[in-house]
Structure formats: structure tokens, C-alpha cells
């Protein structure tokens, strides 16, 4: 698979993850910007599990960071977000019915 069907497949999947959480999801895609997902929980009544709303950039790599460098990630913590929104760095690893998603929150990445 190559690298940018590998990319779209994990934004789909980390996409379908969010929704089945109960978010509302958007790609980026083909929009000028930091991140490749934004998703926002409709329900205030409820505390959804990565914060009320977030942007998250989907890295489909060994290691992501070598596709989210400094400047990435400095573009994506400029990126203004409503209160309580988070950002994050979605880690797909594996394939097939063997993939699994670890979500990196803003805090948790190097240093820009």
C-alpha cells in the first residue's frame, strides 16, 4: 500500500473510532490548515472520553513523529480551538482487523 492510501486509510479509521464514540467528525483533507480530523461531541450533558472537541493530526507510521515534525506541530498548537478543545497526535498501528489507535494529546509531544 502506498503512502498516501496508507494515510487515508488511517484518517478513516481513526474517523469511524471518533464516531462510534458519538463525535461528529470532518476531515481536513483538502482544507488549507493544521490537522487532518476535527471532531466535536454534541452531547454538553455528557463528558466525551477525548474532551468536547479536538483536532487530530493521523499518523499511519512506525514512528510518527517522523511524519509530524516541529513545524507541524507548532502549526498545530497555533491552531485556535473552541474552550476544552484538544489536540491530538492519532497513532494507527497495524493492519487489517489487527489495527489498533493510540490517541497523543498536546502535552505528551516533544517540544517545538
Known amino acids: 500500500m502506498n503512502t498516501a492510501r496508507k ?3 488511517g484518517e478513516l479509521f481513526a474517523a469511524a473510532r471518533l464516531e462510534a464514540m458519538g463525535y ?7 482544507i488549507g490548515g493544521a490537522g487532518d480530523l476535527l471532531a466535536i461531541h454534541p452531547n454538553p ?3 466525551p472520553p477525548l474532551g468536547p472537541s479536538l483536532l487530530a493530526e493521523v499518523k499511519a507510521r ?3 513523529y517522523e511524519g509530524f515534525r516541529r513545524a507541524d506541530r507548532r502549526e498545530m498548537l497555533d491552531t485556535p480551538l473552541p474552550p476544552g478543545g484538544v489536540r491530538y497526535l492519532a497513532v494507527v498501528r497495524g ?4 489495527r489498533s489507535l493510540e490517541w497523543i ?3 505528551s509531544w516533544p517540544a517545538c
Not at 95 to 98: L, V
Open 105 to 107: 494529546d498536546e502535552k
Open 62 to 64: 512506525k514512528n510518527p
Open 45 to 47: 450533558y455528557q463528558e
Open 7 to 9: 494515510g487515508s486509510s
Open 95 to 98: 493492519s487489517g482487523d489487527n
Open 24 to 30: 461528529v467528525v470532518a476531515s481536513r483533507r483538502h
